[in-house]
């Protein structure tokens, strides 16, 4: 991706990262699936390990929730868990174009890792400490709907994802019926 972290409409380009967060009861990872095109989160998942299925869960929800993934490219850092021959073999048979960044180079993933920062300082910082995994994954369902359909993002005009989105969807359905 060459750090260009911008598309022309939904489904063009997801980016994806994993985090953690610590509970009394051990660590938990957190991974999300971002479409670039309005911030909006389409997949994410929460579980004890780092196994490729966290990420493969949160692959699944985002295929789900976006049925039309044509000409999609979906970046990611180099971990394990995205260069899993599962990982690599579901993508290729969603259609879906695999990118991944350079080695060492948090800024090749810098939209994920801006919105795991904003889910730590929004949600995990302000409300921990956690007790176990049952609490954030909770939270994090809370947060994630806050975010995409009442969270304002600068970026995108002061709106939130979903609003941004639904504009595009209506201007291409303008555009058409005045073709």
Known sequence: MNREFSATRPNQLWVADITFVATWSGMVHVAFIIDV?????????????????????????????????????????????????????RLAEAGIESSVGSV??????????????????????????????????????????WFNNRRLLEPIGNIPPAEYELLYYQQLEGSSEAA
Do not use: C
């Open 104 to 145: 060492g180079d948090s800024y090749d993933n810098a939209m994920a890792e801006t919105i795991n920062g904003l889910y730590k300082t929004e949600v995990i910082r302000k409300r921990g400490p956690w007790k176990a995994l049952d609490e954030v994954e909770y939270a994090t369902l809370e947060w994630v709907d």
């Open 37 to 89: 095109f309005a911030r909006y989160i389409v997949g994410w998942r929460v579980s004890r390990s780092m196994r490729t299925d966290l990420v493969l869960d949160a692959l699944e929800q985002a295929l789900w929730s976006r049925t039309k993934t044509g000409e999609l490219i979906h970046h990611s850092d180099r971990g394990s868990q995205y260069l899993s021959v599962h990982y690599t073999e």
